[in-house]
Nanobody, 127 residues
Framework: QVRLVESGGGSVQDGGSLRLSCAASDSSYTSTCMAWFRQAPGKEREVVAAVHTGFGSIFYSDSVKGRFTITRDNAKKALFLQMNSLNPEDTAMYYC????????????????????WGQGTQVTVSS
C-alpha cells in the first residue's frame, strides 16, 4: 500500500521558518520523482519543490527559490522541506506527492504527473 504522511505544519510569524516532513512507504519512495505542492484558498495547487530520489535532481518554483530547501533521507524514506523567510503569501495546505517507482521528473511542475498524495499539512504565516 502506497502511503505518504506529512507533518510539521503550523502557524508562524512573517519571516519565520518551518520544516515539513513526509514519511513514505517503500513503494512510493523507490527511485522516483517526489514533490511538495501547496494550495492556498481559492487558488490552484502548485508545485514548490521537487527531487528525484534516485538521481538527486532538484527543482524549485521561482516563488520559493532561495527560501525553501527540499531534501531527502533515502535510508528513512523521508522527504523534507525547510522553509525560511516565510511570508503571508506562503500560507497554504502543503502536500507531499510522488510518482510511480522508477519514474523520472519530466514535466516536474505538472500536478497530473503525480500518482500518490498525502493528506496535507497546513502552514499559516501571519503578518
Amino acid at each position: 500500500q502506497v502511503r505518504l504522511v506529512e507533518s510539521g505544519g503550523g502557524s508562524v510569524q512573517d519571516g519565520g521558518s518551518l520544516r515539513l516532513s513526509c514519511a513514505a512507504s517503500d513503494s512510493s519512495y523507490t527511485s522516483t520523482c517526489m514533490a511538495w505542492f501547496r494550495q492556498a484558498p481559492g487558488k490552484e495547487r502548485e508545485v514548490v519543490a521537487a527531487v528525484h530520489t534516485g538521481f538527486g535532481s532538484i527543482f524549485y518554483s521561482d516563488s520559493v527559490k532561495g527560501r525553501f530547501t527540499i531534501t531527502r533521507d533515502n535510508a528513512k524514506k523521508a522527504l523534507f522541506l525547510q522553509m525560511n523567510s516565510l511570508n503571508p503569501e506562503d500560507t497554504a495546505m502543503y502536500y507531499c506527492a510522488a510518482r510511480r517507482p522508477y519514474s523520472t521528473c519530466v514535466d516536474v511542475f505538472s500536478l497530473n504527473a503525480y500518482d500518490y498524495w498525502g493528506q496535507g499539512t497546513q502552514v499559516t504565516v501571519s503578518s
